[in-house]
């Protein structure tokens, strides 16, 4: 099918971007999500404003102990940066997941995030990752309070992600992301994303988000209970799982 006839107009700036959104035009990211449900007359927004010109919601940086990650930046930029390879393993790991290599070019973390897909593999992660994702009304949202339900967020109307905080992870950190992904569209019919912290041959923390069981992504909270303190045993898990293996080693 077609798309309805729409306005477009290509940001230079945030301010000219956040103006016309304040006025009701609807947002574009990578259009992975968009542009497919314009083209079924799913969604039918009457003016896009392209937020791809716009280099400051591209950028990822270090700055005191956490990676600020631009809500522009593609999958293919966060899964190929250095910093998050180096520093934020989890999170490459499970970009690297996402479609297909024309989806991680296009696609962005920011886009991916808004659209909260209950099958996407980001919010797994982010809720492991303890993330807080930064707004245009200078709101700092934890990822736990962010996905409210099927395509839904605490987003208000007229506010759009300016950039994603994660952790720089500890050299104590075990992290994965597992996923079981539907043979045809490749979403998460289950995907979970784990981070375990050890001390002194122990589990000191342990961070779980699961993505694709439910209307939204589910944080475990019981993790606290199950692992803290229990003593780390590698021997006792099975040789089917060597990431978690390799967490637990």
Known sequence: MIPQSFEYTAAKTLDEALGLI????????????LIPMMKL???????????????????IREEQGAIHV???????????SPIIRGKCPLLGETVSAIGD???????????S?????????YPAALQALEARIVTSKSRTIAA????????????????????????????????????????ASGFAIIGVAARIRKSGGKITM????????????????????????????????????????TAVE
């Open 101 to 111: 290599v024309q989806v991680r070019n296009m696609g962005t973390i920011g886009g």
């Open 206 to 245: 342990a961070r779980i988000g699961v993505t694709g069981l439910a209307n939204l992504v589910l944080e475990v909270a019981t993790a606290w209970a199950v692992f803290d303190g229990i003593q780390l045993v590698s021997d006792r898990v099975p040789q089917s799982m060597p990431q978690l293996r």
């Open 70 to 80: 631009g809500a522009m930046a593609t999958h293919h930029t966060v899964e190929s």
């Open 41 to 59: 007359r799913l969604s039918a927004p009457e003016h896009l404003v392209d937020l791809g010109r716009i280099s400051e919601l591209a950028q």
């Open 113 to 121: 995030i808004a659209h909260a897909d209950p099958a996407a593999d």
């Open 144 to 183: 736990a309070d962010f996905f409210l339900d099927t395509f839904s967020t605490a987003l208000e109307e007229g506010e759009i992600i300016l950039k994603v905080i994660v952790p720089v992870e500890d050299s104590g950190a075990g992290t994965s992301y597992q996923k079981m992904p539907h043979p």
């Open 22 to 33: 304040g006025k009701g035009a609807k947002p574009l990211a990578g259009g992975m999500s």
